[in-house]
């Protein structure tokens, strides 16, 4: 039972490009969520999936895309990576009325 | 909006001792839970304790405790017997009891340092 996984853990995007980060989750969980994390500001919500096949903008969803492939997998994209979206990145799921799993988290530099 | 605000970017604590992180938050709902997480250096978001609205009690799990003052919308958290262990950022998070989306809205966190 790995939890959330997220993959890559670090990655450095020149301003431009596209990339796309991968979360899963092997809890069954209905729920899947997109957090950024800056120094100062907590964690932000990005876009959030409330069941499969649903997804929903968060406080911060300008520059980002999301597909929740199947109730496993929530992926964000960025198709145009600006330094303002240098980052850490969290990917969290939930089962109905309980708390967050959290995922390790990926560092994202844009130059 | 509801809204979440922890006022010590900074605390220190010597180890054994006992320490108290404020967290107050803002809203018109009357059912909602109240989290904190902690953050180590390994950047893992770790749930310490939850705290449902509608229950009087203070939770408590282990060294962990909170003093929830609903009137006051008050939610801090107390670390006894402080350990080494426990230096890291942590963070206090609001959710609303209605609905089906389970959002998490966070404080702006509060990064703990134990002094041996």
């Known amino acids: 039972n790995a939890g959330v996984t997220q993959t890559p853990k670090f990655q450095v995007l020149k301003t431009g490009q596209s990339m796309t980060l991968q979360c899963a989750q092997d809890?069954?969980?209905?729920?899947m969520y997109w957090y950024r994390q800056d120094p100062g500001m907590g964690l932000r919500l990005i876009y959030y999936?409330?069941?499969?096949?649903?997804?929903d903008k968060g406080e911060v969803p300008n520059g980002y895309n999301v597909s929740r492939l199947n109730k496993r997998e929530f992926s964000l994209r960025l198709e145009s990576a600006a330094p303002s979206q240098t980052s850490v990145y969290f990917c969290?799921?939930?089962?109905?009325?309980?708390?967050?799993?959290f995922g390790p988290g990926t560092r994202l530099t844009v130059l | 909006a509801q809204t979440v605000t922890q006022s010590q970017p900074e605390m220190s604590v010597q180890e054994a001792e006992t320490v108290t992180l404020s967290c107050t938050y803002d809203?018109?709902?009357?059912?909602?839970?109240l989290f904190w997480y902690k953050q180590p250096p390994s950047r893992q978001m770790i749930l310490v304790i939850r705290?449902?609205?509608?229950?009087?009690q203070n939770a408590t799990e282990n060294r962990f405790s909170v003093n929830f003052q609903k009137a006051a919308k008050s939610f801090s958290l107390k670390i006894s017997d402080s350990q080494l262990g426990d230096a890291a950022m942590y963070f206090c998070?609001?959710?609303?009891?209605?609905?089906?989306?389970?959002?998490?809205?966070f404080g702006t966190g509060t990064l703990l340092a134990v002094q041996p």
């Open positions: 809890m069954n969980h209905n729920s």
């Open positions: 999936s409330a069941s499969e096949g649903t997804t």
């Open positions: 809203t018109s709902e009357s059912d909602y839970y």
């Open positions: 998070a609001y959710r609303s009891a209605w609905g089906a989306t389970n959002k998490l809205i």
């Open positions: 969290a799921s939930c089962r109905d009325s309980h708390e967050q799993f």
């Open positions: 705290q449902e609205a509608y229950k009087q």
